[in-house]
Nanobody
């Protein structure tokens, strides 16, 4: 499975961005898709997941601000990020799980700064 993340950029605090993660195959075949992020000098942290049944979960730090979703038609997962804070600055990675295997996409960089 190949994953291609996009949508990052420079945004002011309080702004919004939508990240996309396009998969090379039907996402219905993927048990779970996830977003992770890695801030400069820190470990990679979990952000959110969505299962093939549509169940979702979020890190406490993004609950109420971020929304994960997916489009089976477009084979793409999304992360809508609202009310962005400087602490959200990181490289965002998408991840997929299928039949016991884990696949990572390349990151897309998000910088929240005035």
């Amino acid at each position: 499975v190949q994953l291609q993340a996009s949508g990052g950029g420079l945004i002011q605090p309080g702004g919004s961005l939508r990240l996309s993660c396009a998969a090379s195959e039907s996402i219905d075949s993927l048990y779970m898709m996830e977003w992770w992020r890695q801030a400069p000098g820190k470990e990679r942290d979990f952000v959110a997941f969505i299962t093939n049944l549509g169940s979702t979960n979020y890190a406490d730090s993004v609950k109420g601000r971020f929304t994960i979703s997916r489009s089976v038609v477009k084979n793409t997962m999304y992360l809508q990020m609202n009310r962005l804070k400087p602490d959200d600055t990181a490289v965002y990675y998408c991840k997929a799980r299928k039949q016991g295997n884990v696949y990572w996409g390349q990151g897309t960089e998000v910088t929240v700064s005035s």
